[in-house]
């Protein structure tokens, strides 16, 4: 048995080759590109990724696998065109990695680089739909990982793997109905095993260069969309304009006709008998002047853009610890949440919650403290989440004796505040938001888990102080002395055909290695629901739930 | 709110919600998005949603039979950003045209995030 190593030379070699072949067959891989988006570009596509990464060859130094990996997988990168070709440069960023620093490595290790490089790629989408190039990369990858074991030989091992390779590509139509609707396979699973056989056959009879040079015309073309300084020097407005004009909405467009030609960016939008106008302009006092036929302005605000970038880059460390809500002073609706646990206050203020109430079960807070907080929000409407049952009193009495205006979205939960937050968007008015934010708390149905307080028998159930009782409706649906137990006994009851989503909020105390246990144990139970587990720091609870 | 269409057996209505669902399992699938986000919604807590809530992140406008999308996305740390944006234009326009027949004139991709996959 032959015991390979692989060099850098050789993945040259293979590179070259690669790119040899998907420029002899780019135009077959062009017409079988059915999906995701059927224009077919996927063989020029993964031609000129492939191209943009061999031409960093040129720049390596040195010849140890290190080098060369890294050169061709920063090529890649900026070079990737389609989705084929961004696949293609994560695969090859992969392999990279594994490569880093070594000068050569063995054969197996070239193996799994190849399961790491594909793994790593599965995790960079949501949903990877099976039937494409990624399910191709893991049937050859296997392939690798097979041959490597009995065999240390490259070019064996490689050819067993493209055998693989092709089966899996055999099977794609079956994968995926847009393929077999078509009567395709995978345009880009099939591209990958044509750059590989390109490469075993380079690796063999050391062929090709002319093929190469041929292209270098086309090569040129591969430049990086958007060079990285040129967002910075675009100044071709300098001034960033925005007021308020009080006219008719229907003129809306006859004022945007007015004032297009003066500038860029320009955004529009009413709100009742108000246009916002937001444009970048270098003749600010021509626009005030058109729009002001229209009606009268106000709230005019003119940056200078080139002022904010300098401030923004010198300005960096203390625009972190700026409050969340900095453009607070504009904002049309502010929200005011009640919370307990630094977890879920970051949480809400994350969401966009501009003033947090302390407080929650067994610490309810005055309803002064509703009234300062609502005074305090830099909006000119609020919407208020008391998130718990005994709160939405309190905000409403907070409401009636408030001058501006505030709406109550009776959120009796925590998590269920959070689901109403998602809904909210800072484009609608008060009425709309509230009106989607009550809607949202339609769907979502929450749970908690906590601890008695003292004995009690409830029904049939006999509860001792300190056992972990699971509640949902304001009913005791499990008791006893395992929080997993608790939980799943509490999701059985919440969890129903049509939810889609569970979320974990972990108290103070619990630790996160639990709540992941806990939360894998859910993922088992109920395949199809999604499982998220967010670190709550709450007291009281140890785990609040919801299902939506 | 939707766009509605008359045909000779009664009429045909599709949500903006229903837009937003299909241009937001478009956009899931798509290569180097990790996640969706919400408008307004800050970094590091894109964990926070479900991946399956296919039409948060997704903002519709429909104009007559135009529609314009907006998205708000978490990529993976280590693609061309301008690169997969494109891809999700692409593939997200072509799902809404191909599904409901409706012009998307504007798929703009926002993004949001950056998370480090290993």
Redesign the interface.
């Given at each position: 048995m032959d015991h390979d190593v692989v060099t850098g030379e050789q993945v040259r070699q293979l590179f070259l080759g690669g790119l040899a072949a998907i420029a002899e067959h780019q135009k077959e891989i062009d017409r079988l590109n059915v999906f995701p988006v059927p224009d077919g570009d996927t063989g020029r596509n993964m031609y000129l990724t492939m191209a943009a990464a061999v031409k960093e060859l040129d720049k390596v130094n040195g010849v140890g696998i290190g080098s060369v990996g890294e050169a061709v997988a920063r090529g890649s990168l900026l070079g990737a065109r389609g989705n084929s070709g961004v696949i293609l440069s994560q695969l090859i960023r992969g392999l990279a990695d594994s490569m880093k620093g070594k000068e050569r490595i063995s054969v197996q290790e070239f193996a799994q680089a190849w399961q790491n490089a594909v793994s790593s790629a599965y995790r960079a989408v949501i949903k990877p739909v099976e039937g494409t190039m990624l399910t191709v990369a893991r049937g050859f990858t296997q392939g690798m990982n097979e041959a490597a074991v009995s065999s240390g030989e490259l070019k064996k091992v490689l050819a067993h793997a493209i055998q693989r390779g092709y089966q899996t590509l055999r099977q794609t139509p079956e994968m995926l109905p847009a393929l077999k609707k078509a009567g395709v396979v995978d345009a880009g699973g099939k591209g990958l095993l044509v750059i590989l056989e390109g490469g075993l056959q380079a690796l063999g009879d050391g062929m090709l260069q002319p093929a190469v040079s041929d292209r270098q015309q086309e090569i040129n073309v591969v430049t990086p969309l958007l060079s990285p300084n040129e967002a910075e020097d675009d100044f071709t407005y300098l001034y960033c304009t925005e007021f308020l004009l009080k006219a008719s909405p229907s003129q809306i467009q006859e004022i945007k006709k007015e004032i297009e030609g003066l500038g860029g960016s320009l955004v529009t939008g009413n709100v009742e008998d108000y246009i916002k106008v937001h444009i970048h302009t270098n003749y600010p006092g021509r626009i005030l002047d058109r729009c002001q036929r229209y009606g009268t302005l106000h709230n005019i605000q003119i940056s200078n853009m080139r002022d904010q970038y300098e401030e923004s880059r010198t300005g960096e460390e203390e625009k972190d610890d700026a409050p969340p809500v900095e453009d607070g002073g504009t904002a049309e609706v502010g929200i005011v949440a009640v919370a307990a646990g630094e977890g879920i206050k970051n949480i809400l203020l994350n969401l966009g919650v501009a003033r947090i109430i302390e407080g929650g079960q067994t610490m309810n807070p005055p309803v002064e403290d509703f009234i300062q907080a609502i005074a305090e929000v830099p909006a000119r409407q609020v919407i208020v989440l008391p998130n718990n049952k005994n709160l939405v009193m309190a905000a409403e009495q907070a409401k009636q004796m408030i001058s501006r205006p505030v709406e109550i979205v009776p959120s009796t939960s925590i998590p269920a505040g959070i689901s109403a937050l998602l809904a909210f968007n800072d484009s609608l008015n008060l009425e709309e938001n509230v009106k989607r934010m009550c809607q949202q708390l339609e769907c979502v149905k929450t749970g908690e888990v906590t601890y008695a307080v003292r004995d009690a028998v409830i029904g049939d159930q006999r509860i001792k102080e300190g056992d972990i009782v699971a509640i949902y409706r304001g009913e005791v649906v499990a008791s006893g002395s395992s929080l997993e137990e608790a939980v799943l006994a509490l999701l059985e009851r919440m969890v129903e055909e049509r939810d889609e989503l569970v979320t974990l909020y972990s108290g103070a105390g619990v630790e996160l290695a639990e709540m992941e246990r806990i939360a894998n144990r859910i993922r088992d139970a109920y395949p199809d629901v999604e499982v998220d587990a967010q670190e709550g720091g709450q007291p009281v609870y140890y785990f609040l739930i919801s299902v939506e | 709110m939707g766009e509605s269409q008359q045909t000779d057996y009664g009429k045909i209505e599709i949500t903006e919600e229903a837009l937003a669902t299909i241009a937001g399992a478009?956009a899931?699938?798509?290569?180097?998005?990790?996640?969706?986000v919400?408008?307004?919604?800050?970094?590091?807590?894109s964990?926070?949603?479900?991946?399956?809530?296919l039409n948060?992140g997704v903002?519709v406008r429909q104009e007559g039979s135009n529609v314009k999308i907006d998205l708000w996305v978490v990529m993976?740390y280590?693609?061309?950003m301008?690169?997969?944006a494109r891809?999700v234009m692409?593939?997200v326009r072509?799902?809404v045209e191909k599904m409901t027949g409706l012009h998307a004139i504007e798929v703009n991709v926002n993004v949001v995030g950056v998370r480090i996959?290993?």
């Open positions: - | 478009a899931v699938r798509c290569y180097g998005i990790v996640g969706m919400p408008r307004g919604l800050r970094q590091g807590v964990e926070i949603l479900g991946k399956d809530d948060k903002e993976c280590g693609v061309k301008a690169e997969v891809n692409e593939t072509y799902e996959i290993k």
